[in-house]
Structures are given as C-alpha cells and as structure tokens.
C-alpha cells in the first residue's frame, strides 16, 4: 500500500489555512431580523421562542436601532393585534398596529436598513387563516387577493420598502405589483415567499402573533413531499414580477432551496422559522449541543445551499459575532 499522493487535508492544517480555504462566509448585511409588534406599551416574552419577545412600539424602535448598530440588512415586521375579525380589517387600517409600527421605525432608522413587512391576513384574522373565507368555509383565493392588494397600499403608504408576500394565494405578486404600480408606488419591491411548505416548524410562531388558526394550511401551502412545485411556485412568481424570491422553512428544504437557487435569475432568501429556532434554543439549553455553533452552522449551511440572504431571529447576536471576530 502506497502513501496518498492527494492529501485534502493539508488545507484544513491551521486555522490560517482554514479560514482562506473557506468557500463561504456569512457577513451581517445578508441577514434579516423578524420582529413581532404589539399594541400596548407592555413587552411580553415568547415561551416557546426564549430570547423573543413582542415588542412594543417604542421597545420596537430601541430594537431596531441596535439591529442598525450591528449591521444587519433589514428587520421583518408582524403585527399583533389586540383585535381580529373575519376579513382582517386590521391589515389595512392606517392605524394597525403593523402600519403604525411600520411608520415609527421608519421613523427611526431611516435608510440604515431596510424596514420589511409580512404582507399576510393570519395575524389580522379571528380564524387564523392568511386569507377571507367562503361561505362554505374555504379560504377564497380571489377575495383574498383584493384583501392583499390593499393591504399593500397601507403597507407602502406607511413606509414599508420591501413587502414579504407569505399568504400563498395564487396570483399574489401580479396583484399587488399592479395595485402598486396604480397607486404610484412603482419602487415598492415584492418578496415572494414562493416555495412556502405547510410546515410544523411554523409552531411557535402562533404563539408569537397569538394566533388561534382554525384547521391547517395545507389548502394553499405547499405539501412538504413536494421538491417540483416548490420550484414551479417560484417561476410563476417570478413571472408575475417578484424582485425577490424565497423558500421556508429552511433547514428542511435546503434541496429545494439549492434548485431554486439555480434557476432564479432574481435574489433568493431563505427563512429560518420559529421552530428551527426554538429545537436549537431547546436543545442548547439543555446542554446537548453548542448553542453557538449550532446557530452558526445551521446559518452557513442555509447560506452554502444557495441563500442570498437569510430571515433569521438570531439575526442580530450571529451580526455581533461576526464583527466581534473581525475586529
Ligand atoms: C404568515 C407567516 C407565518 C410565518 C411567517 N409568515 C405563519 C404561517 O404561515 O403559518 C411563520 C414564521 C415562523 O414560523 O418563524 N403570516
């Protein structure tokens, strides 16, 4: 037996090596930060997401100031409402807790980063569902649409650069990029949650917008056996006019995100969801896993799979890590 001629292991020697060896890094300004906003001056912690809150508006403007100070590229704004009805009349009043936050961070942070929206009726419905129902019970794709192109009027009007579609109704982008376009609100950009699979990683989130949902998602999110429509979704929305498209959850769909990233010709997110965040807070607390590195690691390989940038409620402690290691 000969001795090996090929020896990859010569470049992982030092951590010199190592580090110009590495294919690719995770830099702070491709990272995004979910926030939760309340009605109320009261900041209340989320049980199954430790380290999360629901911010108040003002705790909302000291958050994304120190989001700014670490160099993240943008926040995520939800809005939880005090009050819910069957259409979400919330969403679009001018003075929902989503579009009054919206105007204060604004107001806040100006252009040092980007101030985003989840464009979506579950945190505004009594019944949970990310759409108006039918009659018979069903959520109605095309009275849901009507419902969204308002919403992102209020959302545009109120400041919001970037709107995060995440309702997965058919023919959401065109029609909110064409109820934009009408109300003079051309350089308003659409994220399309494309490749959007009904997840049960998505479970802490309930408890963060303190939604009761009514039944389950599978008539309009996608079927997690499905790699092809995820991929599919995502032409058509890119077809509709979607600046940006993205997959989520990501962990679980690091395939579906690595085909999407091939053939997207526009930027491709990702978003690391609430139970992907909370498995790892649990499993760290309990001392399993190396709460560092595992946060780490699940981010690079959410970026390795093809991910431009990546929604994540670490955002902000990964960014100070990063610029703590550069410094
Ligand atoms: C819908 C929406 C959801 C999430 C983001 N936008 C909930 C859902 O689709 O059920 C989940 C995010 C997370 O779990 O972190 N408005």
């Given amino acids: 037996m000969s001795n090996p001629v090929i020896r990859p292991r010569r470049l992982r020697t030092t951590p010199a090596l190592r580090r110009l060896a590495s294919e690719i890094r995770v830099h702070p300004a491709e990272l995004v930060l979910p926030m939760f906003v309340r009605e109320g001056n009261e900041v209340m912690p989320i049980q199954s997401m430790p380290g999360v809150v629901q911010h108040s508006v003002d705790s909302a403007r000291r958050a994304v100031v120190a989001a700014a100070e670490a160099g993240i590229g943008g ?106 376009d009408a109300a003079g609100f051309e350089d308003t950009a659409v994220l399309a949650y494309s490749a959007k699979y009904a997840s049960a990683y998505y479970g802490p989130f309930r408890e963060a917008v303190a939604s009761t949902l009514v039944g389950n998602r599978r008539t309009y999110q996608l079927d997690p056996a499905n790699r092809r429509e995820g991929v599919r979704e995502t032409q058509i929305d890119i077809d509709e006019g979607a600046d940006i498209v993205m997959v989520k959850p990501a962990g679980s769909y690091l395939d579906v995100l690595a085909e999407v990233a091939a053939m997207s010709p526009v930027p491709v997110w990702a978003y690391q969801v609430s139970g992907e965040y909370a498995m790892i807070e649990a499993a760290a607390a309990q001392g399993w896993i190396d709460r560092r590195r595992a946060v780490e690691e699940s981010i690079l390989s959410i970026r390795r799979a093809g991910a431009d940038a990546v929604l994540t409620y670490w955002a902000v402690e990964l960014a100070n890590w990063l610029n703590e290691e550069r410094a």
């Fill in 75 to 180: 926040v995520m704004l939800f809005g939880v409402p005090d009050v819910r009805d069957a259409t979400g009349t919330g969403a679009t009043d001018p003075n929902g807790i989503l579009n009054v936050a919206t105007r204060a961070l604004v107001d806040e942070i100006g252009d040092a980063l980007v101030v985003q929206t989840d464009l979506c009726l579950d945190e505004f419905t009594d019944h949970g569902h990310c759409g108006v129902l039918a009659t018979d019970g069903r959520v109605d794709n095309d009275a849901t649409l009507l419902r969204y192109s308002d919403m992102a009027v209020a959302q545009a009007s109120s400041g919001s650069a970037l709107l995060g579609l995440s309702g997965m109704m058919d023919g959401q982008v065109a029609a909110v990029r064409s109820s934009l």
